[in-house]
């Protein structure tokens, strides 16, 4: 590797600049209230990301992967940036590399949403298409190679690319929007894991401003992630997720187990059935991820109901349901995959009718 001179560090600062000022024209997302009834005594929020210039949680993590890269000469003038990504974080790493004049060269499976492969494209990306997810790591270390490029590998990197302390990390977004809120700071932050990043992030945050908060994770079924927290003396393995963009079939190195107070597994079908009921609720459009993250928010909302306690429950709405016009949002294409979200929209229904969790079929 021939370390960069005079001309690449020139360079990298330019990359960087551009980068920043990308950021510093961006206002902060939205931090929505959820209509719930009043006598529940609880607050719920949802952290809108989808409201990003590439529409997801995920553009967070792009940028700071980037910077990572790049203070560590990693980055350099025509590198050829690699990801292994199911869709999103790639569409955000499309974007800033097209920033920076760089090719990009995403590997997914093939059964990533059409949506996101057009916005990859759009972007300038490519994209590179495997079978399982188990094979995505080894392809994008080998294109990497071969084109002499760069694997941002965001399985790896995400938990230490972010500023745990702060510097605007969704965390700390997060507490300053709650400010004047009846309840600032929230019983319980509630977050899927992909990377396992956002998780770190925020579960690090907490404990370092000494914060009561909780942090609770939320899982698909079968991914590796819940069984490596619940038994952390075995090695768990997985299967490959359902739910796009969160779960997977290994433990990945960007989750930190020890950050977290609390893991609930979800049933895919439960995901789907609360992303719809979302938008039912308050004309939110979300993906099935935020699903998953909104299954977990309403039984720990049960949970201080039940108890008498008031608070403010926050969680994140990922990205946005257009993305999954032909998959998640399709009723035939749910019916073809097994996923029947009716029992599980059931069981929203008769919790907001009652405050109370009714016991899963």
């Known amino acids: 590797m021939r370390f960069s001179g005079g001309q690449d560090r020139a360079w990298s600062d330019e990359a960087i600049r551009r980068i920043e000022a990308e950021a510093n024209r961006s206002a902060d997302t939205h931090l929505f209230a959820v209509p719930v009834p009043e006598a529940w005594g609880v607050d719920i929020y949802l952290k809108d990301e989808s409201t990003h210039r590439t ?54 499976t093939r059964s990533t949403s059409p949506e996101k492969i057009v916005l990859i494209e759009k972007y300038g990306g490519s994209c590179h298409f495997v079978d399982e997810a188990s094979q995505m790591y080894e392809a994008a270390e080998r294109i990497a190679e071969d084109s002499g490029g760069h694997y941002m590998d965001q399985f790896t990197y995400a938990e230490r690319a972010t500023d745990w302390r702060g510097n605007n990390n969704i965390a700390e977004s997060i507490f300053r929007q709650l400010e004047h809120e009846r309840f600032p700071v929230p019983e319980w932050v509630v977050v899927g894991a992909g990377t396992g990043g956002t998780s770190a992030t925020i579960g ?158």
């Open 204 to 361: 690090r945050y907490l404990r370092y401003h000494r914060h009561r908060t909780r942090l609770a994770v939320v899982d698909p079924e079968h991914s590796a992630f819940y069984p490596t927290w619940a038994r952390p003396d075995q090695t768990a393995t997985g299967r490959p997720s359902r739910i796009e963009g969160i779960g997977r079939p290994r433990p990945e190195p960007s989750f930190i187990p020890s950050v977290i107070d609390e893991m609930i597994q979800v049933p895919d079908a439960a995901s789907v059935a609360a992303s719809r009921h979302l938008l039912a609720l308050t004309g939110l459009s979300a993906g099935p991820s935020t699903g998953t993250n909104l299954w977990g928010v309403w039984q720990l909302a049960a949970q201080l109901i039940a108890t008498g306690q008031q608070g403010s429950i926050v969680s994140i709405l990922c990205d946005a349901g257009e993305r999954y016009a032909c998959s998640y949002n399709s009723d035939r294409w749910l019916a073809e995959h097994g996923l029947d979200p009716t029992t599980a929209l059931t069981i929203l229904e008769e919790f907001f009718a009652t405050g109370i969790w009714p016991v899963e079929r």
């Open 55 to 108: 529409g997801s949680l995920k553009h967070r993590l792009a940028r700071s992967l980037f910077l990572f890269g790049l203070v560590n000469g990693w980055i350099r003038r025509g590198t050829t940036i690699v990801e292994a990504s199911s869709g999103s974080t790639a569409v955000s790493e499309a974007y800033f590399a097209q920033l920076l004049g760089l090719p990009f060269v995403a590997v997914m």
